[in-house]
């Protein structure tokens, strides 16, 4: 059975960079079909989907996150992680590493998820 768990920084402040990781047991990264993905819940707000890394190793970034976000990975270690830079109290959320399955044409949504990590950005 694949579960995911996140770790980090709970506190960032202000104009520095987040940053996360996830690491994965029961699976591989590369594994085919499968996308690793990380995804986060400001206060108040709805689920916010960053991006992932695909088992190839091809990256995508939700296009408003683009230009500060960056997602990597360890296949030694079983480990994927996020990046954000230069924080705002806007990206306060508990950040959740996930799996999305795809094949081809047809996209069969998230099957595991990590626990969830709350992230505070402030000074």
């Known amino acids: 059975q694949v579960q995911l768990q996140e770790s980090g920084p709970g506190l960032v402040k202000p104009s520095q960079t987040l940053s996360l990781t996830c690491t994965v047991s029961?699976?591989?990264?590369?594994?085919?079909?499968?996308?690793w993905t990380w995804i986060r819940q400001s206060p108040g707000k709805g689920l916010e989907w960053i991006g992932y890394?695909?088992?190839?190793?091809?990256?995508y970034y939700h296009p408003s996150l683009k230009s500060r976000t960056s997602i990597s990975r360890d296949t030694s270690k079983n480990q994927f992680t996020l990046q954000v830079n230069y924080v705002t109290p806007e990206d306060t959320a508990v950040y959740y590493c996930?799996?999305?399955?795809?094949?081809?044409?047809?996209?069969?949504?998230?099957?595991?998820w990590g626990g969830g990590t709350l992230v505070t950005v402030s000074a």
């Open positions: 996930a799996r999305e399955i795809a094949t081809g044409d047809d996209y069969y949504g998230v099957d595991v």
């Open positions: 029961g699976g591989s990264l590369t594994n085919n079909s499968h996308y």
């Open positions: 890394i695909a088992y190839s190793g091809v990256t």
